[in-house]
């Protein structure tokens, strides 16, 4: 059983000029709330955590010397991706799973969740920032996520997606580096962020006037740690060919 350690998680980082960020980070269950009902083996699919995405974010934070703020709560609890008065925040139903605790949640509870699994996270978040840009500094934020091959019946054959909002130029060299690499780039797949980017980036980089982009790698390619450490190698060196993020020292 993965063990809950918290609801948010932080690692300091040097002087980069990079936020990574990893909502999805965990299937952790706080012990109070008993796995929701769920197996193990439920929470440990990506109805729980975007597989794999913390994996690959330690390591580009560990490459650039960047801070990583991650959420310590999985998504199954409190979505901290979405936007806390939305009606996605707590599912009783995910890809055909239902989720016993939370076929029932009052708002009592929701509240509850709000307050303790989803808040500090983005607490975290807005300190860091506030704090950096108050030094006149301009993080990129860089938020990792991890995305199924197949989601019902529609396949999504992409490797690796950006996902923009607010216009394309911003993110365009870095799917071209990443096209470079020789592997084939959702541009705005397996979502589209003209339509829903989701809460974190809308709700801290956005109004803050920072770039932003959200990279989803497929799942089954960072299932391990040999997929990990080439896909973290593949996305470090296109961040630093199209200038998202300076070469790490040394």
């Known amino acids: 059983m993965t063990s809950w350690q918290g609801p948010s998680h ?10 990574l960020l990893c909502d999805h980070a965990t299937c952790a269950v706080p012990p109070e709330l008993d796995q929701l ?4 083996e439920a929470l440990r699919r990506h109805i729980g955590w975007d597989i794999g ?11 650039f010397d960047a801070p990583l703020i991650h959420c310590g709560t999985s998504r199954l609890v409190v979505d901290p991706n979405r936007e806390p008065g939305g009606g996605t925040l707590i599912l009783a139903q995910s890809d055909n799973v239902f989720v016993p605790g939370n076929e029932q949640v009052t708002n009592v509870e929701r509240a509850r969740r709000i307050a303790r699994y989803h808040r500090p996270y983005h607490d975290e978040i807005a300190r860091y920032l506030d704090a950096t840009t108050a030094m006149g500094r301009r993080p990129r934020v860089v938020s990792i996520h991890s995305f199924e091959p197949q ?18 130029e911003p993110v365009a060299g870095l799917i071209e580096a990443l096209v470079a690499t020789g592997v084939q780039v959702g541009d705005n797949e397996p979502y589209d962020g003209r339509v829903a980017i989701g809460y974190t980036l809308e709700h801290h980089a956005m109004p803050r006037g920072l770039p932003h982009v959200l990279l989803e790698v497929r799942n089954d390619l960072i299932a391990d740690e040999a997929g990990q450490d080439a896909w973290a190698e593949r996305l470090g060196q296109a961040l630093v060919r199209s200038g998202w993020a300076s070469a790490p020292p040394g």
Do not use: F, M, N, T
């Not at 690959?56 to 490459?63: H, P, Q």
């Not at 989601?151 to 992409?158: K, V």
């Open 10 to 19: 932080v690692r300091a980082g040097g002087r980069s000029d990079l936020l």
């Open 37 to 40: 009902g769920l197996p193990e």
């Open 53 to 63: 995405a913390l994996a690959v974010a330690e390591r580009l934070a560990e490459r």
């Open 151 to 168: 989601l019902a019946e529609i396949l999504r054959p992409w490797p690796i997606g950006v996902l923009w909002k607010q216009g394309r």
